[in-house]
């Protein structure tokens, strides 16, 4: 905002209004008014303001693997490249999930996760990427919800470069609420946390080809 010059001997006066959004959290607007008796400059900007989130403590499961249905993704979900079932209420963003790439289409192993829509149908997927980073939001007013990622190394050691990450849960000013080494974990584990408001999870590759994660999934 540029303000003419004033005279000598001559004040102004300087207003602000702020108005939410019909959310009530989310991205303001700020208006700046500088006044004299002769002239008048206005500006406005966009600031984002949020609730701090509510993130429960981390509960890794080992035993699951890839037989997710009836245990995770009750309320949605997204598998790379095999679809999607968007969560009611829930924003579910994968935009910065990084590429997809499938190992195996049609996997008899225990560790390949079941197909979305075709019984007796395995597959081994993943987002990767040097960093993979997935942003949920329950809304402020919301129930708390669960949200898991199933991590597996499709690769392994056999590939010869055994993956392993780095995974954190921040909100949007970079507040950092879980953070933890996943290890090598070619056999597969599932990691989920009960959220209540906006965090971002991301993973960041420590050792291997690059991060990723096979799956994300609400409820």
Known sequence: MKVPPLKPGESAAAE???????????????????????????????????????????VRDDTTRGDWKGVYGGDGWELPGFGRKNPEGVVLDTAQAGGTWTWNGNSTEARALQHPTEAGRRILPSWYGDTVSFTVDTGANAKAKRVALYLVDGDGAAGGHPRDEEVSVSDAAGTVYDTFRTGHFDQGFWVAWTVKGRVTITLRKVTGANAGASGIFIG
Do not use: H, I, Y
Request: net charge positive; glycine share 6%.
């Open 16 to 58: 602000f209004t702020l108005t939410p959004p019909p959310a009530g959290a989310g991205r303001f607007t700020v208006r700046a008014t500088a006044r004299t008796s002769d002239w008048s400059v206005s500006a406005t900007r966009k600031v984002l303001v949020f609730d701090p989130p509510e993130v429960g403590a981390r």
